[in-house]
């Protein structure tokens, strides 16, 4: 089985990136696929991640690379001392809660990318030690860049489940697809 990511209009660079970010986001929430909160708060590997930890951190990122695209404040902007909420559910929250609030993201991402003028439009980075000084990357970086972000952590994700119950990422497809 092919996790094939699809095409829009032959040519279009915007349906393109937004296909292959959202293919990523799909392979992080399907690794929660039939699991309970409980399994996916656990880190059954040696890593610190948690599944559901991975989910909020890349919900996070995308929203932080929006709102430098946007050149608004992020809300939900971490700090020294709230990093390593980052990584882990607090306060409450549910899998269902970060789903629903990395949908309104997505959401408002695809509303972005397909309303700017020009995927070579820029922004600047935000001062930071791994940052050059002054520097600045275009709409279709971040693109790739949230493409790379979530494509390392769905690999994590595929890890940590595997560690869970055995089940793959191919497993996860055909599960989903009721074809398991």
């Known amino acids: 089985m092919v996790a094939l990511v699809p095409t829009e209009a032959h040519g279009d660079e915007?349906?393109?990136?937004?296909?292959?970010?959202?293919?990523?986001?799909a392979a992080l929430r399907r690794s929660?696929?039939?699991?309970?909160?409980?399994?996916?708060?656990?880190?059954?590997?040696?890593?610190?991640?948690?599944?559901?930890?991975?989910?909020?951190?890349?919900?996070?990122?995308?929203?932080?690379w929006l709102r430098l695209a946007q050149q608004r404040p992020n809300e939900r902007q971490r700090t020294e001392e709230t990093w390593g909420e980052a990584f882990r559910l607090v306060d409450g929250e549910t899998v269902p809660d970060v789903v629903a609030f990395w949908e309104d993201v997505a959401k408002q991402t695809?509303?972005?990318?397909?309303?700017?003028?020009?995927?070579d439009d820029t922004f600047p980075l935000p001062?930071?030690?791994?940052?050059?000084?002054?520097?600045?990357?275009?709409?279709?970086w971040?693109?790739?860049?949230?493409?790379q972000e979530m494509g390392r952590h769905a690999g994590h994700a595929d890890i940590v489940r595997e560690?869970?119950?055995?089940?793959?990422?191919?497993?996860?497809?055909?599960?989903?697809?009721g074809t398991a």
Do not use: C, Y
């Not at 880190?43 to 951190?57: D, F, I, Q, T, V």
């Not at 001062?127 to 050059?132: D, E, I, N, T, V």
């Not at 560690?163 to 697809?177: M, P, Q, T, V, Y």
């Open 14 to 25: 915007r349906g393109a990136f937004l296909n292959f970010v959202e293919a990523q986001r």
């Open 32 to 64: 929660l696929l039939g699991l309970t909160e409980k399994q996916a708060a656990s880190r059954p590997s040696a890593s610190e991640l948690s599944l559901s930890g991975l989910l909020k951190h890349v919900a996070e990122v995308e929203l932080n």
């Open 110 to 119: 695809e509303e972005f990318v397909r309303s700017v003028p020009s995927l």
């Open 127 to 140: 001062p930071a030690p791994w940052f050059p000084k002054d520097g600045r990357v275009s709409v279709r």
């Open 142 to 147: 971040m693109l790739l860049h949230l493409v």
């Open 163 to 177: 560690s869970l119950d055995g089940k793959g990422s191919f497993d996860l497809i055909a599960e989903e697809n």
